[in-house]
T-cell receptor
């Protein structure tokens, strides 16, 4: 059972454009939602994370939007750059449940010049 | 601080063999989690160790096991390897955030296991 659904599977964006990746979750017990960025040959690295007490969190060019009633959250990358080309994973976990992350299937982002 | 280190980085085994992978967490981190990453199944949680005790376990068969030592270093073992065990095995360490909050996990580069 896939508890976190991520779309699109791949995305091509022009330099300077906005990249948007969406995730939906099923388990209402989830209350921590991080986004990870992974480059080839590397492990995932935390980009930004949100808890459901806020609807939006921004860090630099990266913004998470969170809709608790719809059980959806999304990552927006503003002014996308070629260096942002990577695979992005959304994830979710339950507070007090240790550090078990349930990941989405990933989005391969390519930013073209 | 040095990041999470995993050894070996690459490993080739044959079906039926067993393998042990090692993970050294960031200094001061007491939690170590293991994940399997494959093109078909994505990133899947294997287990988490905290202070030498398994705190969480994913839905993997008993052939997958792990342990954590007093210095927080962790090992995972896969016995009776199958072709489907070919994957990137990632280790992540974290330091308690407190207040029951989920900790930020820092991933290592992974061990690429190929089963022939």
């Amino acid at each position: 059972q896939q508890q976190v659904k991520q779309s699109p599977q791949s995305l091509i964006v022009q330099k300077g454009g906005i990249s948007i990746i969406n995730c939906a979750y099923e388990n209402t017990a989830f209350d921590y939602f991080p986004w990870y960025q992974q480059f080839p040959g590397k492990g995932p690295a935390l980009l930004i994370a949100i808890r459901p007490d806020v609807s939006e969190k921004k860090e630099g060019r990266f913004t998470i939007s969170f809709n608790k009633s719809a059980k959806q959250f999304s990552l927006h990358i503003m002014d996308s750059q070629p260096g942002d080309s990577a695979t992005y994973f959304c994830a979710a976990s339950k507070e007090g449940g240790g550090n078990k992350l349930t990941f989405g299937t990933g989005t391969q982002l390519k930013v073209e010049l | 601080k040095a990041g999470v280190t995993q050894t070996p980085r690459y490993l080739i085994k044959t079906r039926g063999q067993q393998v042990t992978l090692s993970c050294s967490p960031i200094s001061g981190h007491r939690s170590v989690s293991w994940y399997q990453q494959t093109p078909g199944q994505g990133l899947q949680f294997l287990f988490e160790y905290f202070s030498e005790t398994q705190r969480n376990k994913g839905n993997f068969p008993g052939r997958f096991s792990g342990r954590q030592f007093s210095n927080s270093r962790s090992e995972m073992n896969v016995s009776t390897l199958e072709l489907g065990d070919s994957a990137l095995y990632l280790c992540a360490s974290s330091s308690p955030a407190g207040g029951g909050h989920t900790d930020t996990q820092y991933f290592g580069p992974g061990t690429r296991l190929t089963v022939l």
